[in-house]
């Protein structure tokens, strides 16, 4: 095992740190950045130095739990075929953790996926959290780095890559702590970004992986239709909180997206909220509320 630490010109004590566990251990190296890179190139570098038969980006606000690498490793020994694993992750806000929960298609055990079934498990949504995942480094040096524009999407787009070359490896397990907090890389920003972002990161990935995916146009479609009816969820969760201009601009997003959305349940349930008005419907709301419970 070997471990690079990468100091993206941080204004802590992190060298300081890093140069301690270097004198420390032998198999830990240090490289520290004379300008802020940004984390996209600074994840290109990690994988571009990395040698071994398995690789982990962690971030420094992040961390592993006890026997993450082991069951990582033995689940990929015992499945060559796999290029990727995943596992269950813990989120971690104000010292509060919570369970990051995980689609219910994907029931208990641990398991292989194939690539497909993992692919259409989360639909246009990133169901996996970074430090959760090890990966085949021979494989991650075939598809390839990061991608600049992607600065929000890139873990979506980058495990839907890995997908789209091979099986999936599911550990029943809580394998890493995500911490959140306001200093976060892939923080603040808005719900309209965050869709754009997905947005781009389908096009990537359907664009660059269309040699290796059967009836590419069919899931492109089924893709881009599963975004559009989430950005219409997304708008209708803004009318509720009484945020309309919001909402309005998600729905212009999600019809731009695939215009038959127009004429789903969601899109019709959003404008007759409309039609009752933002005062109208909070009004009305508790009612429905009650009725749904029934």
Known sequence: MRLLIIDDASTDNTAQVAQELVRADPRVEFRRHSVNLGHIATFNEGIDWAAADYMILLSADDYLMPGAIERAARLMDENPSVGLTFGGAV??????????????????GTKILAGRDFIKLGGCRNIVLAPSVMVRTSLQKKVGGYLPDLTHSGDMEMWLRFAAHGPVGFIDAIQ??????????????????DFVQRKLALEHFLDSCAGVLPDVDDLRSWLTSHLALDTISCASRAFNDG????????????????????????????ASKRQLGSRGWQLLRPAIER????
């Open 91 to 108: 989120a971690l806000c104000q010292e509060r953790e919570e369970v990051v929960p995980l689609p219910p298609e994907l029931g208990p």
């Open 176 to 193: 890493a702590v995500y911490r959140r907090h306001s200093t976060n890389m892939s923080g603040g920003y808005s719900a309209e970004q």
């Open 243 to 270: 945020d309309v201009g919001l909402s309005e601009r998600l729905s212009a997003i999600a019809a731009k997206l695939d215009p038959a959305v127009t004429r789903s349940r969601r899109w019709w349930l959003l």
């Open 291 to 294: 009725l749904k419970m029934l």
